[in-house]
């Protein structure tokens, strides 16, 4: 699970027209935000991106695999792993974790409407 420090620097030179964007060390990988938006992840020096219903067929036709974490076991179906092509096409990137950034905002959206924080299942804000 491990994160090269030029992998990283890399996928953040790619990512440098997306507004916002930070990373976190987690786990033995790196989360990637825009904002306070998580949108996607690097694990052992792959890039994969949040999705949706839409955004996984879009993955699927490329062929590209979900994020498997955990050998063994069932893979996580919300992140998938972003082409070569579009990793090493800045704009084309760019565009693709935009659409991820759209996924994950979702749930914040839908949770600040009902007066709570993203991720606390019922519990209001205070």
Not at 27 to 54: E, Q, S
Request: with cysteine; aromatic share 10%; glycine share 12%.
């Amino acid at each position: 699970m491990a994160v090269s420090t030029s992998y990283l620097t890399f996928v953040r030179e790619q990512l440098e027209g997306l507004k916002g964007l930070t990373d976190k060390r987690m786990f033995g990988g790196v989360g990637l935000y825009a904002g306070d938006v998580f949108f996607g992840v690097i694990d052992n020096d792959t890039l994969f991106f949040k999705v949706d219903d839409a955004l996984r067929e879009r993955y699927r036709q490329r062929g590209m695999p979900a994020f498997a974490p955990i050998p063994g076991k069932s893979p996580m179906l919300g992140y998938f792993q972003v082409p070569v092509d579009v990793l090493e096409d800045a704009s084309a990137l760019c565009n693709w974790a935009a659409d991820s950034v759209a996924v994950g905002a979702a749930p914040h959206a839908a949770a600040q409407r009902r007066g709570r924080r993203p991720g606390t299942r019922g519990k209001t804000r205070q």
